[in-house]
């Protein structure tokens, strides 16, 4: 047992007692993500409550706030750093006397303690902590108290973790000894740093051994006691004090039998050894992972052994018979039949509250599945089932059992980021957009409603509001609330524009948001271009204009933003500015490069209508006026940018919009059967703008000479299934509801490839004397194209 252990031993004597206390859930202050209570919350659990508390401290000398002033800190400190016998029994003393100074409401004594003399006190502390002596278990305690709070100001999580290296010291500490979770709660504190310090702290090549730490303990803290006790042995004969925490979890993983995942266990605290600790491990673990690039936490949780030790938070019983085995988004997965509810069922979403244990743990597989070095591990592994399970519980709940708002509230939030996660396994390949996009990604038959991927109108409305939250740092209060920083803005464009791979997701979002979603986007780009390093990226800005890009579709004929946004002269459109300058930027990527062209050729023919104040509801509960808005520094931004010469792409035929069309290969070594008769051959879209998508952008099929206008090859498909001759991209196009009607008339004429004509040339321009930018600097011709067999 380590030395934290041995001073909990001595004061936890009625620790099965009702009244025993425990960490409050309301210890994060949400506002600066930090565990604004942890002194008082740590004690009150450690000691059993708040008699024992003041026991302890009366014990060791107990100063009030106002009996010590910073002008006694140089004193304090050479206390602190006693060298000899004599002084050195004035070193309890001076900690009491330091947390007295670090519990001082608003004042700057937290700051100025860790940057007294380039971090003095920081390393005593540490050196306080790393001592031998086991007399010195009381002031190792009052140590960590005191650096507990001195890790609590944002200006100070840089230097405490990593220029004074209090990390790696944590760490090690942690893997002595997991019964102390006040260590684990220091390193959540340090661990709301900025993502630049957590990108520090996380990368491979970082040897802090935080994740490997936190990993190794959570492991071993969640065995029940009997586990702990019979793996105990092993391990003490394997791992020593010295080791590094990666290499005490090497052992670990080498050691530990892989047992079976049963997904019928349910998951309680009193199965556990260290309980508070898992807990806490959780929390770091759940802020860690928002950094997924070049990390140690994605490499560390993707194996077996820890992706086990998360999923068994979230995993519910098998309430639900087994659905399809095949969860792609081009399957037509079953609908489980569901059991009735009971109570026997515990572990259930709308107890998942904002502190819990589950709640962090499915916010850490949410992240990783946004990685894509982890999301090939995730798929061959009972993520999805377990996502699946959330999200079919809730609905069987719902409608099944009587649960009050603030379950209802929980559950929906906890079904919402289920649903992103599966939107990063199920719709982040194959679909328009990617490298390696499949033949069947637009069709119907791939976008069946019973695809796991289906948003519903809730998940719609939590997911437009929590991207609204992000943009604008603002987090949410009371039940199922989260803070501004609890998901990346980046992961949250990013699983919007997986979700949307399916083509009723775009409708729903249309209908439920519209205007507000697209604004939002807009929105999105515009920080973008116009706040270097701001929270929207290369990437997380590609992902809200090629959402905007497919929301676009359906501007045509309804609203697509509000007024404001456009101009009559339209070389003062707000939209077309935004664009542009996306386009000009060095950073944008072809992706993002494509869908911002599409837009600015079609821009004239969207619908712009209707004034913000109509689109917010007047309550503000989820949204306010200003989450549409520009701010001003962005405003700013726009009215440097010059638009000139600005031409359109095509006009949309009235056909491309919601009328279903057949495509299939032109019949080959004079072939003449009726081309729509073999329906294994035959692809159906909703639309021919849907069709367009396997003949654009990363197309396959058709390489583009010149550039690209999606409207332009859509009114193509319309024209070559009304029976006209003009560019067909090597395809035979037919109306699904008038198919044979049309294929009689070309029988008649005798051409069955009446269709397939060779290229045209569209005289659709967009240019500009801005030599900055392609799609600016030079006549923009776009139909010639060249078929690929």
């Known amino acids: 047992m380590g030395f934290f252990g041995k001073l909990r031993r001595k004061v936890k004597k009625r620790k099965e007692q009702k009244h025993d206390k425990k960490i409050p859930l309301d210890g994060i202050n949400k506002d600066s993500d930090s ?41 304090i400190v050479k206390d602190l750093e006693a060298g ?120 491979l090549d970082a040897d802090t051994g935080l994740v490997e730490a936190l990993s190794f303990v959570l492991h071993i803290s969640s065995w029940s006691t009997e586990e702990f006790e019979s793996h105990r042995v092993a391990l003490e004969e394997g791992i020593n004090n010295e080791m590094t925490p990666q290499a005490r979890l090497d052992i670990l993983i080498a050691k530990e039998d892989q047992r079976t995942y049963d997904t019928d266990t349910q998951f309680t605290s009193e199965q556990e050894k260290y309980p508070e600790t898992t807990r806490w491990c959780l929390s770091a673990l759940k802020n860690l992972s928002r950094v997924v690039e070049n990390s140690s936490t994605v490499q560390a949780l993707v194996h077996p052994m820890m992706l086990n030790d998360i999923l068994k938070y979230i995993t519910i019983p098998d309430m639900l018979l087994p659905h399809s085995e095949s969860h792609g988004s081009d399957s037509s997965a079953e609908t489980p ?81 289920s649903k992103m996660a599966i939107g990063f396994l199920l ?71 997986c979700l949307m791979t399916h083509t009723s997701n775009q409708k729903l979002l249309i209908q439920v948001a519209g205007r507000i979603l697209n604004s939002l986007l807009m929105k999105a780009i515009a920080i973008h271009t116009s706040r270097p390093g701001a929270m929207v990226d290369a990437k997380a800005a590609e992902y809200a204009c090629f959402s905007l890009y497919l929301l676009s579709n359906y501007g045509f004929k309804n609203p697509f933003l509000p007024s404001w946004l456009d101009h009559e002269d339209e070389a003062l459109s707000l939209s077309a500015k935004v664009l542009k300058s996306y386009i000009d930027m060095p950073s944008v990527t072809p992706l993002g490069k494509h869908s911002a062209e599409q837009l600015l050729f079609r821009l004239k023919f969207l619908v712009f209508e209707g004034e913000v104040l109509d689109l917010i509801p007047q309550d503000g509960e989820r949204l306010t006026v200003t989450d549409v808005l520009f701010e001003e520094d962005i405003m700013d931004a726009m009215s440097e940018i010059q638009l000139q010469f600005l031409l359109h792409g095509a006009k949309p035929r009235k056909e491309i919009f919601d009328r279903s069309i057949l495509r ?44 690209i206008d999606d409207v332009m090859i859509a009114n193509n498909l319309a024209k070559c299934a009304n029976g006209q001759r003009t560019e067909a991209y090597g395809y035979m196009w037919s109306w699904e509801d008038t198919a044979s009607e049309i294929q009689l008339n070309m029988k008649r004429r005798g051409s069955p490839t009446a269709h397939v004509q060779e290229p045209v040339v569209s005289n659709s321009t967009f240019a500009s004397n801005d030599t900055s930018s392609t799609i600016f600097s030079r006549l923009f011709t776009c139909g010639n194209v060249e078929t690929i067999a």
């Open 427 to 497: 719709g982040s390949d194959g679909s328009f957009g990617h490298k390696k996009m499949k033949s069947t990604s637009s069709t119907v038959a791939a976008n069946p409603p019973e695809s796991p991927l289906v948003m519903t109108e809730l998940d719609a409305e939590l997911l437009v509001e929590l991207l609204a939250r992000s943009l604008h740092l603002r987090g949410k209060e009371g039940t199922a609330g989260y803070s501004a920083t609890t998901m990346s803005t980046g992961n949250i464009l990013f699983g919007l524009r």
């Open 664 to 707: 299939r290969r032109k019949p080959k070594d004079g072939n003449t059967a009726e081309p729509w008769d073999n329906t294994a051959s035959v692809s159906t879209f909703s639309s021919a703008l849907q069709a367009v998508q396997q003949l654009s952008f990363g197309s396959a099929k058709v390489r583009h000479v010149d550039g």
């Open 84 to 203: 000899t016998d004599e002084i050195r029994a004035k070193t309890p003393k001076a900690l009491k006397m330091l947390f007295a100074l670090s519990e001082q409401p608003e004042s700057h004594n937290r700051i100025e303690m860790a940057r007294y003399d380039n971090g003095r006190i920081v390393t005593a502390l540490l050196n306080i902590l790393c001592s031998s002596s086991p007399q010195k278990s009381n002031e190792k305690y009052m140590a960590l108290l005191v650096l507990n709070n001195i890790s609590i100001p944002a200006e100070n999580k840089q230097a405490v973790a990593i220029t004074h290296d209090a990390v790696r010291v944590l760490s090690k500490l942690l893997c002595d000894d997991p019964s102390c979770h006040l260590i684990a709660i220091i390193l959540v504190n340090l661990s709301f740093a900025e993502p630049e310090v957590l990108e520090e702290l996380v990368s």
């Open 35 to 75: 565990l604004t209570k942890a002194s008082s919350s740590m004690s009150s659990r450690t000691y059993n409550g708040n008699d024992m508390k003041k026991k302890k401290m009366k014990k060791l000398g107990s100063f009030r706030s106002s009996d010590v002033t910073m002008d006694q800190l140089p004193d």
């Open 337 to 417: 039949v569901s059991r009735e509810p009971t109570d026997e069922i515990i572990n259930v979403p709308y107890l998942w509250d904002a502190n819990s244990k589950q709640d962090a743990a499915l916010y850490i597989l949410v992240n990783i599945c946004a990685c894509s070095h982890s999301r090939v591990v995730l798929k061959d592994s009972e993520a999805i089932d377990v996502l699946l399970q959330i999200i079919y519980h809730a609905n069987v709940f719902r409608s099944k059992k009587d649960l009050s708002t603030q379950e209802r509230n929980q559950q929906d939030l906890q079904c919402l980021k």
